[in-house]
């Protein structure tokens, strides 16, 4: 046997000093990458430039960079590389990220990247151990096909620009892959079926790939979520369907799709959303579908029959549409507790609502049964629906009286639409009760009785319809109370007596037709500021058409027919369509006859008095500017002077300061400071107002034009102490610089108000191209461009994350704000409004300027503020106008319902096109019908479901 020798103490403390000393040595070595790593890393740190990563301390630790992952906090080797969101262009950094070898991980979406070089897919497929790529919302057009990425399981290509066959791109050879998104490209072919069996999700929505859904379907045995909408798929649903066992969610949305839903769906048990609206679906809806069911969505199809008994009981059920179909019969009794929302509009229904259901609806937020043939009474259970938002039961045969109906209705009801129905009695005092009402619309019925004054206490009451009733006596005297009332309609009644105060926030529409007025027009009307539309037409008003109403700035729509007016009709300066036809004592003279010419005539007309009206000013200002003496100067850069009488008959405002913001040196030259605030000081020389602006083209003394738009203080006063703050935020705007964006060339701001100064040669309109001048057509192309220009104008706009400002947004989006440089170059004005306007010293909020009617966000109802999806779904209907050639309202419709109404079918969708332009060529028909879905995707009530700007764009250029 051995002996064994035990260490002496100097031994033992020789050993544990060295045992230290190697532990220290492994520490060390655990605690930092490889020197190939550290190295690569340091030189992809050089070649991106990027900021997080050149931090002070950090040079050698690259574990603490911004978007790296290692394997262990004290470094190990980079498992993950995250660069989204860093404004990326150039991606001939990728085969060197390749050299990672560690690499589990790479992310390099949200930036504009166009391609995918070879050297990548050389080097990366290498990578034994990557497992997720994500190159989502860039513009790669096309990438190399994929040969040897064995391991990798999550591939997003979604939001690119991605073309031709889908099958060319390889898929086929990622043999572990269980995720592809591949949304939002422009990609072709069939649905993809030489995948890995082992896929798990296939996102390939908002493509054109056609054909039928493949029966082999089937074999992809972990497929957990399949998104198919918004292709050009056709055939029916095959049946195989019913075999995928872990299925969770089906989404068939907006296709081709035809035949009936095949009963086997039901025996999916993991199936939890199934979302085929916006096809050709018919025949009826399968018994048991909801079985295990959270979402269904059937809705603008063609489906008949009876709603299935059960199909609304089921016990996990959410939310259920199948709203615009041919379903008839009468409503399941039994309605589900955790239903939150029904849609069964725009169908064949019969009979009554199910009361006793009601009494357990908690949950119940969005309750839609309109345009159907619905009978009885409205029920008083409703009031159990204690989460009711939205209750619409328009458009059918109910009957009754109001009282239990509205009066028990839950508080937190925000919009109650009962019009064209059979209502009778009197609308109740406890519709006081209903404290957040936002829209209230019992149009067409037969109620009778006053007005309630109850009404008044509606205090967030915005949008009231009450015409097509019987309701007689006098407006009550505390409507004025209703202080975010911007829509108020009481036309086809048999009110009288006086007219009260209006709320002063009136703006879409106020119409008191087919009642019994008399008397004059009341004075009471003239602060109606914001007023567009007023329609007073076929009533019993007398004297003269008041002066006043040429004071409304915002009125673009002045009904005044059948009634016993006399005299003339005054002139507005601005283009206001009048009727007064039906008043004998109205003398149809000149300027009524200038008012009704076509638009080219009127408008030349309208011009050459603005021409003698500015010759008139020129040599007034001249001979103004030879009389008085020059007393005070500007601070900016023409150090110009305030003029002064002596005498003091003639001052001027006290200006605070002029400054020049544009480096072009014509401007500087060129641009005066104390011209301006002469020429605005004449209120009738304005070209046209606004809410906010008045419009004034100034002739400077070296002969050139420009246009200056003065901020209108009669309802956003701006005041000395706001100057500083006002200005930091002029000067940050006049450092903006896109092609696509109007930007204030210089500021003035004085005692009165705030000056800016633009090129005069930017006057005309989107507006004004599309719809003033018909016979005029612009074509595809020219449209096309716009549309573009516009997108990229507004993305500038909100921003991106290296932009180091806030988002500018837009509470004003329209085609009327969309000034032209040429017919394919656009620019986006008005973008001071949300930045000039300073609402805090307002004797209103900005929530209550709602826009132009039609561009107006649905939810502006509920959140009065302006926001980034707001601007898209504005965006979205000046796209359909470029699509359609109509505008924002039409006929009394606004043009994104009036879109949304029509079914999704080719045919359909073809006749909601500007024939001039789509007939043109099969080619500009398919871009029309393309960008038709971008419009679609823009206007979604939802606000959620709008693609973000910077989609937008993408989607468009990919055209």
């Not at 992952?69 to 950094?93: A, M, W």
């Not at 166009?114 to 034994?128: A, R």
């Not at 295990?292 to 016990?315: C, F, K, M, R």
Request: proline letters at 5%; a neutral charge; charged letters at 15%.
């Amino acid at each position: 046997m051995k002996e064994i020798h035990v260490p002496s103490e100097t031994g033992k403390s020789m050993f544990f000093l060295f045992f230290i000393i190697f532990l220290s040595c492994c520490n060390l070595s655990f605690s930092e990458l490889s020197s190939n790593q550290t190295s690569t890393m340091i030189e992809l740190s050089r070649f991106l430039n990027v900021s997080d990563w050149n931090l002070p301390g950090s040079e050698r630790n690259p574990c603490l960079w911004k978007g790296v992952l290692c394997s262990r906090p004290d470094n190990g080797s980079v498992i993950s590389l995250s660069l989204s969101r860093f404004d990326l262009t150039n991606s001939s950094f990728l085969p060197l990220v390749c050299q990672i070898q560690t690499l589990e991980s790479l992310d390099v979406s949200s930036n504009s990247l166009s391609s995918v070089p070879d050297g990548f897919m050389t080097n990366c497929e290498t990578l034994v151990g990557l497992k997720q790529l994500n190159f989502s919302m860039n513009q790669v057009s096309s990438f190399p096909r994929f040969r040897n990425f064995s391991k990798l399981e999550v591939l997003d290509f979604s939001y690119n620009r991605l073309s031709g066959n889908i099958g060319d791109y390889g898929f086929d050879g990622l043999v572990q892959l269980k995720s592809l998104n591949l949304n939002f490209n422009n990609l072709s072919g069939s649905v993809p079926t030489n995948l890995a069996k082992r896929v798990e999700t296939l996102e390939v929505s908002y493509n054109s790939l056609s054909g039928s859904i493949p029966e082999g379907i089937e074999d992809y045995q972990e497929l957990k979520l399949i998104d198919l909408s918004n292709n050009q798929l056709n055939g029916s649903i095959p049946s195989s369907l019913g075999k995928l066992s872990k299925l969770e969610s089906l989404l068939l949305s907006n296709n081709h799709l035809s035949g009936s839903i095949p009963e086997s769906l039901p025996n999916i048990q993991t199936l939890r959303r199934f979302a085929a609206n916006r096809n050709r679906f018919t025949g009826e809806i399968p018994s048991k579908i909801t079985r295990h069911l959270v979402s269904l969505d059937l809705s603008y199809n063609s489906l008949t029959g009876l709603i299935p008994s059960e199909l609304l009981s089921q016990a996990n059920l959410v939310s259920v549409d199948l709203s615009f179909n041919q379903l008839d019969g009468w409503i399941p009794q039994s309605i589900s507790p955790s239903l939150v929302r029904l849609r069964l509009g725009s169908n064949k229904l019969t009979g009554s609502l199910p009361s006793a259901s009601f009494k357990s609806l908690r949950n119940l937020t969005y309750l839609e049964m309109d345009n159907n043939s619905l009978i009885g009474t409205i029920p008083s259970e409703l009031a159990s629906c204690s989460n009711l938002t939205l209750l619409n039961l328009a458009t059918n045969q109910f009957t009754g009286i109001l009282s239990h109906a509205i009066g028990n209705l839950s508080t937190t009801l925000q919009v109650i639409k009962l019009q064209q129905n059979k209502l009778t009695g009197e609308i109740p005092d406890d519709i006081r009760q209903l404290s957040n009402l936002l829209i209230l619309n019992i149009s067409r019925n037969s109620l009778s009785g006053s007005i309630p004054p109850s009404i008044s206490q509606l205090a967030n009451l915005s949008n009231m319809n009450l015409q097509g009733n019987d309701l007689s006596g006098a407006i009550p005297d505390k409507i004025r109370d209703l202080n975010s009332l911007i829509e108020l309609q009481l036309g086809e009644n048999k009110l009288s007596g006086r007219i009260p105060v209006m709320p002063p926030k009136l703006q879409i529409s106020l119409n008191l037709s087919y009642n019994l007025f008399g008397g004059p027009i009341p004075t009471t009307l003239s602060q109606l500021e914001r007023l567009e539309v007023l329609d007073l037409s076929n009533n019993k008003f007398s004297g003269e058409i008041p002066d006043f109403l040429t004071g409304l700035i915002s009125l673009t729509q002045l009904i005044l027919s059948n009634n016993q007016l006399t005299g003339k009709v005054p002139s507005f300066i601005r283009n206001v369509s009048i009727s007064v036809s039906g008043n004998p004592g109205i003398t149809e003279d000149d300027e009524v006859l200038i008012q009704r010419m076509p638009s080219q005539k009127s408008k030349l007309i309208v011009v050459v008095k603005y021409v003698a009206i500015g010759v008139c000013s020129l040599v007034a200002v001249i001979i103004t500017v030879i009389v008085l003496k020059l007393s005070r100067r500007f601070k900016g850069v023409n150090n110009m002077q305030v003029d002064h009488d002596e005498e003091g008959s003639t001052v001027l405002p006290e200006v605070i300061r002029g400054k020049l913001l544009t480096s072009n040196a014509s401007h500087k030259s060129n641009i005066n400071f104390t011209k301006a605030v002469e020429a605005v000081a004449h209120p009738e020389h304005a070209l046209f107002q606004t809410i906010f602006w008045s419009y004034y083209r100034v002739v400077m003394p070296s002969g050139s034009s420009y246009l200056i738009k003065k901020l209108n203080t009669r309802d956003r006063l701006f005041q000395q102490a706001s100057s500083v703050q006002l200005e930091l935020e002029l000067e940050m705007l006049g450092k903006l610089h896109h092609a696509n964006v109007m930007v204030p060339l210089a500021y003035v701001l004085y005692s009165e108000g705030c000056l800016l100064f633009y090129d005069y040669a930017h006057t005309r309109t989107l507006y004004d191209v599309l719809h003033n001048n018909p016979s005029d057509v612009v074509d595809w192309t020219s449209r096309y461009s716009i549309a573009v220009g516009i997108a990229q104008g507004i993305c500038y706009l909100h921003g991106s994350k290296s932009s180091g400002r806030d988002p500018i947004l837009l509470p004003d989006l329209s085609s009327k704000k969309i000034m032209l440089k040429s017919l394919t170059e656009p620019l986006v004005g008005d973008i001071e409004l949300f930045k000039v306007i300073d609402h805090s010293k307002s004797n209103s909020s900005l929530s209550a300027v709602a826009g132009t009617i039609g561009y107006i966000p649905p939810e502006y109802a509920y959140t009065m503020r302006v926001t980034m999806a707001g601007n898209v779904y504005s965006f979205g209907v000046i796209l359909l106008e470029l699509l359609t050639g109509r505008p924002a309202v039409c006929e009394g419709r606004e043009l994104a319902k009036w879109v949304q109404s029509h079914p999704s079918q080719p045919e359909q969708l073809n006749s909601i096109l500007d024939i001039r332009v789509s007939k043109t060529s099969t080619v500009a028909t398919k871009q029309m019908l393309r960008a038709l879905s971008v419009a679609l995707a823009c206007i979604n009530i939802s606000p959620g479901a709008r693609p973000k700007m910077k989609n937008v764009l993408r989607m468009l250029t990919r055209l």
